[in-house]
């Protein structure tokens, strides 16, 4: 069996052309829709987030509280601020806009709250991104009666509106705003406890994050709007911590769709039903990764696309070999090489995100896996018989002006 053969050269870029194809040119097909959609948030990856964590990564974190705020009015959050600032917590974040004055009251009763803080983050919202220079146009913040006593981080999360779905895997550390660096939320109140692991978090330089998910809410200290309104309950342990409030439901045991997100960690990984977290719980896991430099890394584009190259280049040399050898069981024979290479690639895939943190992107290498049976038999029947005539009329041509 050759190891450098033209033959499998061609058959190998020929499977990169068809694939490309297939990727350029749209194709709506009706019955494979149901499909489609239910697949169309999926990833591979999301198996190991929401069935096989490691007992290490879905352990709780006790340096966050998340405290609900429901839907209180101004005056009811102001009494929850004053309560928990009492404890001296390392920092609140509150995940709410208050866009407008309302009643001249309860505004000033939460200025009053507010201005108690010694380490206070509120939400803004960078927007208007500018395609040419990537930057946002300016950022959207609470009223500055507020605003004043806080520094901002912006909330936004990266999802994929054009699918329909909103589910959360990657999210940006910083954003660019009139050539002003501007922190997300998460990293705004992770660099108030722990300024530098959010240094070293800045300085691995990516533009977009995996979330590493801990877990949903279970994994957090969470507190009900009851809990924190009620003074006979005990929350002196809110000393030291990072203290997250926002919306999660009507009460903890009312759940809302409003503010919620799909993450990797929903039980159903294909054809999701309701969105699974609230977007204070995802703050709450990014934080969560920074401090504890629980990163995930991904594969460079160029190591995915060399991989699939010599996965599709080894294809065709087995292939090769197996219809010179074996022809009469060469199409069971390839379907089996097939499905064990999808097997390996898939398990190699899960076992280097749950145990080393590593999110390989195998997604071309099994595209073209897929495909190279079928493309190879296409190139032998069709293509290479094509080759071998213009290289032949070549040669001859050759031949023919040496002769004169």
Not at 12 to 35: D, H, K, Q, Y
Not at 219 to 234: E, G, K, P, Q, S
Not at 245 to 257: I, Q, R
Not at 372 to 393: C, D, H, M, N, W
Request: glycine share 4%; aromatic share 10%; proline share 3%.
């Amino acid at each position: 069996m050759k190891i450098l053969d033209k033959d499998n050269l061609y058959a190998t870029l020929l499977v990169f052309a068809v694939v490309g194809m297939i990727v350029l040119i749209p194709i709506n097909v009706s019955f494979i829709s149901p499909f489609a959609q239910a697949f169309a948030d999926f990833e591979i990856s999301d198996l190991v987030f929401s069935r096989l964590r490691n007992a290490e990564a879905s352990t709780s974190d006790t340096n966050i509280v998340i405290v609900n705020i429901g839907h209180l009015s101004r005056k009811d959050i102001a009494r929850q601020v004053e309560r928990i600032a009492r404890e001296q917590p390392a920092a609140i974040g509150i995940d709410a806009f208050f866009r407008q004055p309302k009643s001249p009251d309860s505004d000033s009763a939460l200025a009053e709250a507010l201005s108690q803080v010694k380490n206070l983050v509120l939400v803004s919202k960078v927007i208007r991104k500018n395609a040419s220079s990537q930057q946002f146009d300016s950022v959207e913040t609470s009223h500055p009666m507020f605003n004043r006593f806080a520094r901002n981080g912006f909330a936004n999360v990266i999802v994929d509106s054009t699918a329909g779905f909103r589910t959360v895997r990657t999210f940006s550390p910083s954003e660019k705003v009139n050539d002003t660096t501007r922190l997300s939320f998460s990293l705004a109140l992770a660099q108030l406890l722990n300024p530098k692991a959010v240094e070293n978090f800045l300085a691995r330089g990516n533009q977009t994050e995996i979330v590493n998910y801990r877990g949903n809410y279970s994994r957090f200290y969470v507190l009900d709007i009851a809990d924190v309104l009620d003074t006979t309950v005990d929350i002196h342990f809110l000393r030291g911590k990072i203290v997250l409030m926002g919306f999660m439901g009507f009460t903890l045991n009312d759940a809302s769709l409003e503010d919620t997100f799909f993450t990797p960690i929903n039980s159903r990984s294909a054809g999701k039903s309701l969105p699974d977290m609230y977007g204070i719980v995802i703050h709450a896991n990014i934080i969560s990764m920074i401090l504890h430099e629980a990163y995930i890394n991904s594969m460079p584009d160029a190591l995915s696309i060399l991989i699939a190259a010599l996965v599709c280049y080894a294809n065709m040399m087995l292939f090769h070999y197996l219809i010179e050898h074996y022809e009469r069981l060469y199409q069971p024979l390839s379907i089996v090489v097939q499905l064990t290479e999808w097997v390996i690639l898939v398990w190699f895939l899960v076992f280097c995100l749950d145990k080393w943190s590593y999110k390989a992107d195998f997604t071309l290498a099994l595209t073209v896996c897929a495909f190279s049976a079928g493309v190879f038999e296409i190139y032998s029947a069709s293509v290479k018989p094509i080759i071998q005539t213009l290289q032949e009329r070549y040669v001859r041509r050759l031949n023919a002006a040496a002769d004169k």
